[in-house]
């Protein structure tokens, strides 16, 4: 896990902005109204909480500033060194002491001006302090507004850095410019470094990660190193020498014995020499690339002698030998990055190389003397000379040779379209696995008419015999629904009886159909007066023989169908309840009384009071039923005035609304703007 995480420090404001966020965050959170009637106490605890906020923000903000950004005396000396060369050292730590003593001047002020608004006698006064500690707070943040500028650039410059962890395990390949630095780690990662045939394509670290032996491991490409002194090196330069001195990391020197960098292999071997002493106590590699340009057997013997001094000194860096040579596989080898050549062997010898030496380092430790104690190896020992070979059932030997077998002899589809050729060529078969007596009808065509006849008719031979028989339970099932149909209440129907049911069930599905037509055709048919029908389907004769025809007498049916039809006024006006209705006009005195009881229609019964008691209402007599009725109506009374819908009618009218109550009023009316 990446301990520096440079990417979370915040952002630097300059000068002028910060100035601005802290007064507007004051004028927004403290209080603005202040009157000089107020009491002095009042006045003065109101500037003093302006001033004692105003401090209190910029302390927040300068002390982020001051501990989110890294000291370097703190951190990994890596990353130490490596601002140290990026921005250095000493206009690092000035910058970041001018905020910490600006942070220190602004309390001081505001404690100054706070003990003097403790003795403001009036409302001018106060204001004024405040106004003049304010101030001054602003001129110290206005003089250090360099340095929150030099600080926001390197905040972005260090957001932008690699992200490195020093602990892990790490992989630097270095070497002289254009040597394919850069071309091998983009083989082995899945970093995408800038990769070009001029030197120095690479001008800062850039960090990739692979995989070995379910580990990962951070490989570190470098800039290219030039063999000069150490005081005319540049920052490019430095930053390689930096992850040389401070990561414990195995080490691929790379050789370019082509020539085709630039650089010549006498060169190169010069700058191994004066950078060795980096290499000590690290695991190192020297690469031979390019060999598909310069074999190594190949160049001249004077670079071959130098190659090997290079490997000779290569060996002396093997952790734990005293500096002799014990083993030199994987000290030397050879690649080509453009055909990839060699490449994972190069990379595998790294991984190994540096797994041994951490390893090693952990068995010299002294907590690995805490973890032996708690381990128990057992290792069985022989009892006797007979010997035991694991026992495996016949079976199970047989089933799993079978299995392998079955694996090696089936083939897939995707096999039979590429040996058949290929995708759209191939087509797959449906019916290499239906269930058939022989393998050989499996491709058989199967026709679909055959002499004129549908083949599927006479797939089942028995089908004349089996269509019979459901014939004949249909016939079965029919005889008993209508054995069933004249059964009602479960009592049996005389003949009679059913004679008539029958002849009701007739009647009925005929007006149905005739209904039926009736409605289909509704909107095209023209809707006939009854005193013109010519046929005379709806006479009170024809009614008489239908009911006379069915066994029912129509003469009450036919007096009622009369007494119902449109007579004449004089005869309605007559009552048909025996004259009680004129009796009553006749004792009325009142004239009034008299007409009003001729035009009532005597159809309509007889209004029932507000107050008779009516079973099921819940009342127990008629004066709770007027009195529950009283309390509804006055508790309606006010939501009526108020013009609500109902009970749950809640809204809020406007009381005041604005383009009535807005604007400036002249002299005259005020009741429109």
Known sequence: MVQYNFKKITVVPNGKDFIDIILSRTQRQTPTVVHKGYSISRLRQFYMRKVKYTQQNFYDKLSTIVDEFPR????????GDLLHVLYNKDHYKLAL???????NLISKIAKDYVKLLKYGDSLYRCKSLKVAALGRMCTVMKRITPSLAYLEQIRQ????????DPNTRTILICGYPNVGKSSFMNKITRA??????????????????????????QVIDTPGILDRPFEDRNIIEMCSITALAHLRAAVLFFLDISGSCGYTIAQQAALFHSIKSLFMNKPLVIVCNKTD????????????????????????TVMGQGGEAANDEGV???????????????????????????????????KINDCLNRFHVAIPKPRDQKERPPCIPQAVLEAKAKEAAEKEKRKTEKDLENENGGAGVYSASLKKHYLLASDEWKEDIMPEILDGHNVYDFVDPDILLRLEELEREEGIREAEEEDEDFEMD?????????????????????????HRIKKSTAESRPTVPRKFDKDKKFTTERMGR??????????????????????????????????????????????????RSRSAPRSRSTSRPPSELVPGEGFKDSAQKVKAHKLAKKSVKKRNKDARRGEADRVIPTLKPKHLFSGKRSIGKTDRR
């Open 293 to 316: 340009l310069q074999p190594l057997d190949g160049i001249p013997e004077a670079d071959m002698k130098l190659v090997m001094e290079m490997k000779a000194e290569a060996l002396k």
């Open 192 to 217: 995408d470094v800038d990769v070009q045939p001029y030197a120095f394509t690479t001008k800062s670290l850039f960090v990739g990660h692979t995989d070995y032996k379910y580990l990962r491991y």
């Open 72 to 79: 370097l005396d703190g951190i990994h000396p890596f990353y």
């Open 546 to 595: 239908q009911l006379s025809t069915l066994g029912l007498d129509p003469s009450m049916a036919i007096n009622r169908a009369r007494s119902k039809s449109r007579g004449r006024k004089r005869e309605r006006s007559v009552d048909r309840d025996n004259g009680d209705a004129m009796d009553v006009d006749m004792d009325q005195p009142n004239k009034k009384l008299r007409l």
């Open 332 to 366: 030397l080898l050879t690649m080509s990055t453009l055909n990839e050549e060699g490449v994972s062997a190069v990379k595998n010898a790294a991984c190994e190389r540096l797994l041994d030496q951490r390893v090693e380092l952990k068995m010299k430790s002294k």
């Open 157 to 164: 410059h260090m957001a932008r850095l690699p992200s490195i």
């Open 97 to 103: 002491g001018q905020i910490n003593t600006a942070r």
């Open 490 to 514: 479960g009592q049996e129907l005389t003949l009679e009886e059913r004679e008539a049911l029958a002849e009701i069930r007739k009647k009925k599905s005929l007006l149905i159909q005739q």
